[in-house]
Structure formats: C-alpha cells, structure tokens
C-alpha cells in the first residue's frame, strides 16, 4: 500500500500526459477527472488505511522496490518508510488535496489546457508523497526536487503571459538558492557518518559519530533549504508572486504540499536537531521574524490571493518557532490545522474570484455576504480558525507554540508571536469584511460557482472547526493525544495550568482586538489604503526587498553579464582565440612556401638534407 500510495499519482501523471498529447477520441473532460481526481481519491483511501495500521500499535512500516545506486559505501535504494510522523502527513497531504482536486475539476474546467492542468497536478501530488514516505535522505532530496519542478510548471501554467514565466522562474530560482544548502548538508553529512549507512534510522543510530560543530553546520545548511521551500526571509519572494498560478495550484502549494516541506524536514532531523539546540534557536528567530514580517505586509495588502500568501509565510513563522524551539509535536501540529483552514481560504477565495469573472481586488468586492452565502460562512470559519478564536482549530496548535516560546523563556520570540497573532485577526478580518460585508461600489453580475467548488468547503469548515481537539492538553481536558502519537523527540518545559489559562486568554484578547480594529476600519465601507505616511508606504510596497533584491543582486548581475559580454569575451576570450588563428594562419603561410609545387625547390630540399645528414657523419666519425 506504501508504495501504490506514491506511485499512482506517477502514473496518473504519465497516463493523463500520454492522452493529452495523443489524439485518442475519448471524452476528455471525464476522462481526466476520472483519473485526476480518482487517484488522489484512492491514496487517500491508502493513506488511511496505512494510519489505521500504526494507530493500532504497529511499528514503523519499511519498503525495498529495488536497490539504485550501489557504489562502494553508498547505497541509496528506493524505499518508502511509513511512522507516525510520515502518516499523519500523508492522511492530510491526500484528504485535502483530493478535495482541492474536487475543486479544481470546476474551477478549471473551461480551460483548454484541463488534461494538462491535471497532469501537472498529480504529479505535485505524488512528488510530495515520496518527500514524505522517503526511506533516506537522497530519496526525499529527489521528491524535494521534483516538488519544486512541479510548482515551476504550475505557477507558469498561463505561459501565455510573462509576467507568469517570471513568477515561475523566481520560485525555482530561489528555490535552488536554498537547495544548494541542502544538498551540501547531505554531502557532509554522508562524509560524517563514514560509511554507516545513509538511511534516517541509520543516521539517528549514529549521529553520535558526528561532533557538535559539524552538526551545527549540517544543521544550518539544512535549514537553509527549509528557507527556500517553505519561504522564510531571507527566501521567501518567491511565495507571493507564485499565485500567478491557478487559485487551487495556490490551495495544493500552501496548504497540503511546498510549503509544508520544509516544516517536516526539520521535523524528520529532529534527533539531529536536539544536539544543537543554539542552530534551533536560530531557526526560531528566523520563523518569528517572518510571522511579524509577512503579517505587516498582509495588513497593506489588496490581492485576496496575496494577502493568503503573506498569511502563509507568517504561518509557517509559527512553525519554525515550535520545531526550532524543540517542540516538534507543535509545529506538526500546526501544519496540520493549517491545512484544513488555509486550503478552505483559498478555495473560498477562489470561489469569489470565479464569480467576480476573475476579480482579485479585495476593495472592488464588496456586499457577498447574501449572494455567496455559503462560501461566506465557510470562510468565516476559517478566518475564526486562523485567527486562534477558540473552539477553532488555529487556537490550540498556535497557542501551543506560544507556550512554548514562553515556557522555554524566550519571551522576545513569545512576544513577537503574541503581536503577530493580532495583527493575523486584523488582516484576515480586514479581507472578511471588505469582501462579504462593505458596501459595494458597483452592482455585482456574479458568474454561477459550481458545486464542486463549494462543497468541498464545507468539509474543509467542519475540519477548520474541529481537528484542533486532536491536540486538546491537560489543561484544558485532553490528553495531548496528537503529540502522544507523534512520539518526536519534544524538549519539555514545565508550566502550570493557570499561565497557560493566563497565555491562551491573552491570544484570545489579542484576537478580538484585531477583529475589532477591522471592524471598525472596513465592515462597512471598505477602504484602501492610502499612502499619506512613509509606514503605510513601506508596508504598501513590501519594504521594497523586491527592489532591494534587484538593486543588490539582479543589476549588478546584469551589469556584469554585460561587461563580460561586450568587453571580456570580445577583446580577452576572442582575442586570445584569434591570435591562435593568427598564428596558426601565419605558420600555414609560412610552411606554404616550401609547398610550392615546383620540383626543383624539393630537389633543393632533398640536397640540403643529404648535405647535412652527410656533415652529421662526417662529424660523428671525426672526420670534420
């Protein structure tokens, strides 16, 4: 089952490629559903089956398929490794993406690239699952990989335009800027372990071989790679410009598959991780400086689909914050809520600009409420959820993280979360009521949404409602059961029941003044932002890291090419290129003067050599 679950995406993805560029008369639109949403559908089925085996106290699961690369000490097969932390990555990895699936299949289906789309799509799917199920690192690296061609291809997909082509580049581009970090730490961590074994159980079993300064490298340049996939700064620009993609390759990325990578990478280390618990802390600053950073963005922001990315890298943030501060079960966890509502805010998203005939401008929408009834009430939930508002997912898995940070007395990175998690209420607020409640400027046509498109939302709202109880603690009636499962090496910190009373009841106040300031600001008239001050400005334009990125690195990359190419390889490279030419063509003529063709200069030639082989002898035998 571990393996069909990877490998049916594969061969959807092969199979719905072969169809689309043959000229088989079949009825396309239900032949690509059929299979697209089907095989999705049937490793979710998997997935579950796969969780319910480990739920019932199996051990980890290994499979062999064969062995690839057998050189001296190195020994990579393919295999797929199936634990309690790869299972409850699949379970949601293939539950929301059939659902996001489901909704692609009515969001796209007027497009004359439908069988591509879904090409495309299944292959997203199965690259994640074989990042997740990988037995070793070298076949995770290889779905690490094939994730980030799968976005390229999808971001890209309406090629026609080209601001879409440079969206899709700068998402692979920096992506491998990360992946260069990545691949080292796997070189030296090959190196360290001298040869014994390359698989995680292997390293883990033998990480002691390994000093501490060597590992914090490792570690460091791991986490470099997370930086690229899961778009922390200073990698992280890539994410917002990537919704140049179709709204549900937005859904699949940010809430099911890439970004995610990153998070369950550092995760699957953590045996690597607690040995160095300085490189953790510096993960941890990173992820609280992006959560603030990208939700002061959000808060500027007009594009509902970028106000979603900017919400998703502040997210990750919340992550990076748990599993940098060793509390890995936390930051699972809050990969794991997230999925539900951020894949539901996208979708209702989607739904919106489906009907708006492709609007994105949140000011320009206005009055949906009635006319969008259910994407309305589910988005609330969602919004609620994200938000932290208690009894809705997003409550438990942040404030988890947040009690961490402050159970483990980093009150600075407490502090920053505590902020971010206002200005979060604010600005997903601030979208809610600019779409659903302002007054409209215009009367709106909406274009019917269907219902694929809409009832995926209300599974996607039960769940953003519901799964944070997976996660319910002591101190408020449960049992940890999701950290309990999870078994990940949590460093532990001791708190009493009345601080974590005392922090949740702050996240919660600090929820509802940002959903009151949004109110206030924008549920009746909604009003963008002007840029009367040098704050609004900045934040309107993103701290211009764009254009300091293109000032720092891109003109002077430029300037250089330009400088090798009108100057280096002109009068350098091709000077030194021709004067061989020049050399070689004067030696040719040269040599072509005792080639002349008149037999009397041969003749002249062959005298002169007998005459001097002559005098040789002579010399040789004393004579001269």
């Not at 697209?36 to 979710?44: E, L």
């Not at 790869?86 to 069988?115: C, N």
């Not at 997909?157 to 920096?174: D, T, V």
């Not at 932002?529 to 891109?554: C, G, P, R, W």
Request: charged content about 10%; aromatic content about 14%.
């Amino acid at each position: 089952m571990i393996s069909l679950i990877v490998v049916l995406p594969f061969l959807s993805a092969l199979f719905i490629t072969v169809v689309y560029l043959s000229n088989t008369q079949v009825k396309r639109y239900a032949f690509y559903t059929l299979i697209g949403v089907g095989t999705p559908a049937v490793s979710a089925v998997l997935s579950l089956l796969v969780a319910a085996q480990l739920l019932q106290g199996a051990p980890t699961i290994h499979q062999t398929l064969f062995s690839w690369v057998n050189i001296g000490e190195l020994n990579i097969e393919v295999a797929f490794m199936a634990d309690r932390l790869s299972v409850v990555m699949i379970a949601f990895i293939t539950l929301i993406g059939t659902l996001i699936h489901i909704y692609a299949a009515g969001y796209m289906k007027e497009d004359p690239a439908y069988g591509k789309f879904f090409a495309y799509f299944n292959l997203f799917m199965g690259s994640m699952l074989l990042l997740v199920l990988a037995d070793n690192p070298i076949m995770m690296f290889v779905g690490w990989e094939l994730v980030g061609l799968s976005s390229y291809l999808l971001i890209g997909f309406y090629h026609h335009e080209s601001a879409n082509i440079s969206a899709a580049n700068k998402a692979f581009i920096l992506n491998r800027v990360g992946d260069f970090g990545y691949i080292m730490a796997l070189s030296l961590l090959f190196i360290s372990l001298e040869g014994n074994g390359f698989t995680f159980d292997a390293i883990e079993a033998n990480i002691a071989l390994i000093d501490t300064t060597t590992l914090s490298i490792i570690g460091a340049l791991l986490f470099m790679g997370a930086m690229g996939k899961s778009a922390q700064i200073p990698l992280y620009v890539w994410l917002p410009d990537a919704m140049a993609g179709p709204t549900p390759v937005s859904a699949l990325i940010h809430a099911a598959t890439m970004v995610t990578a990153g998070v369950y990478m550092v995760a699957r280390y953590s045996f690597l991780y607690v040995e160095i618990p300085d490189i953790g802390l510096f993960i941890a600053s990173i992820g609280a400086a992006s959560a603030l950073f990208a939700a002061l963005i959000a808060c500027y922001q007009s594009d509902i689909k970028k106000i979603l990315a900017y919400s998703t890298m502040s997210q990750l943030g919340y992550m990076f914050i748990a599993v940098g501060l060793g509390a890995y079960s936390s930051g699972i966890f809050h990969v794991f809520t997230h999925a539900f509502f951020k894949a539901l805010l996208f979708m209702g998203a989607g739904a919106v600009i489906i009907a708006l005939h492709h609007e994105q401008n949140i000011f320009k929408m206005g009055g949906l409420k009635k006319e969008l009834k259910l994407v309305y009430i589910t988005m609330f939930v969602a919004t609620l959820a994200i938000s932290g508002i208690p009894p809705f997912a997003g409550f438990f898995s942040k404030d988890a993280i947040l009690v961490a940070a402050f159970a483990s007395e980093h009150y600075f990175i407490w502090g920053i979360g505590s902020l971010t998690a206002m200005l979060t209420a604010f600005y997903m607020f601030r979208l809610l009521f600019s779409v659903f409640h302002a007054q409209a400027e215009t009367t709106h046509h909406l274009h019917v949404v269907p219902k694929s498109m809409t009832y995926p939302l209300i599974l996607l709202a039960f769940g953003s409602a519901t799964v944070g109880f997976l996660g319910l603690n002591e101190a408020y009636g449960g049992t940890s059961w999701f950290n309990t499962f999870l078994a990940l090496p949590d460093v532990m910190h001791h708190i009493s029941h009345a601080t974590e009373y005392m922090l949740g009841g702050l996240n919660v106040i600090l929820g509802l003044i940002g959903m009151s300031l949004a109110y206030k600001m924008f549920a009746t008239q909604a009003r963008e932002a002007q840029t009367d001050s040098l704050l609004k400005k900045v934040l309107i334009n993103k701290f211009y890291i764009d254009e300091l990125y293109d000032f720092i690195i891109i003109k002077p990359l430029l300037l250089s090419s330009h400088f090798i190419a009108k100057v280096i390889d002109p009068k350098i490279f091709d000077g030194f290129m021709n004067l061989n030419v020049w050399g070689y063509t004067s030696a040719a003529a040269l040599f072509s003067k005792l080639q002349n063709g008149k037999v009397r200069f041969y003749a002249l030639y062959i005298l002169a050599g007998v005459s001097a082989m002559s005098c040789y002898m002579l010399f040789k035998l004393g004579v001269l």
